[in-house]
C-alpha cells in the first residue's frame, strides 16, 4: 500500500521561502513520478511541478517558473517542493501525489496523494 505523507508548512511572511518535503512508502519510490498540486481557498486544485522517477525530468506550471522548485532524494523516498519568493497568493493546501506511469500535470492520473499541508503567506 502505497502512501505519501507532506510536511514543512507554515506560516511565513511574503518574501520568504519554505521547503515542503513528501515522504512515500510502500513501493519502489524510484518507479513513481511525483508532483505537487495546490487548492487555494475556494479555488479548485491546481497543478504546481511534477518530477520523473529518476529525477531526470521535471514540468512546472508556467505561473510557477522561477520561485518552485521539485526535487527528489531516491535514498531517502523524499520528494521536495523549495518555493523562494512566496506571495499572499501562494495560500493554498500543498499536496504531494504519485503515479506510477509518468510525470503528467492531470489530478486524475495520480493514484496517491498526502493529506496536504497548508501554506499562508501573510503579507
Known amino acids: 500500500q502505497v502512501h505519501v505523507a507532506e510536511s514543512g508548512g507554515g506560516l511565513v511572511q511574503a518574501g520568504g521561502s519554505l521547503r515542503l518535503s513528501c515522504v512515500f512508502s510502500?513501493?519502489?519510490?524510484?518507479?513513481?513520478?511525483m508532483a505537487w498540486f495546490r487548492q487555494a481557498p475556494g479555488k479548485e486544485r491546481e497543478f504546481v511541478t511534477t518530477?520523473?522517477?529518476?529525477?531526470?525530468?521535471?514540468y512546472t506550471a508556467d505561473s510557477m517558473k522561477g520561485r518552485f522548485t521539485i526535487s527528489r532524494d531516491n535514498a531517502k523516498n523524499t520528494v521536495y517542493l523549495q518555493v523562494n519568493s512566496l506571495k499572499p497568493e501562494d495560500t493554498a493546501v500543498y499536496y504531494c501525489a504519485a503515479n506510477a506511469i509518468s510525470t503528467s500535470t492531470y489530478e486524475r492520473d495520480y493514484n496517491y496523494w498526502g493529506q496536504g499541508t497548508q501554506v499562508t503567506v501573510s503579507s
Open positions: 510502500g513501493r519502489t519510490f524510484s518507479r513513481y513520478a
Open positions: 518530477i520523473s522517477g529518476r529525477g531526470g525530468v521535471t
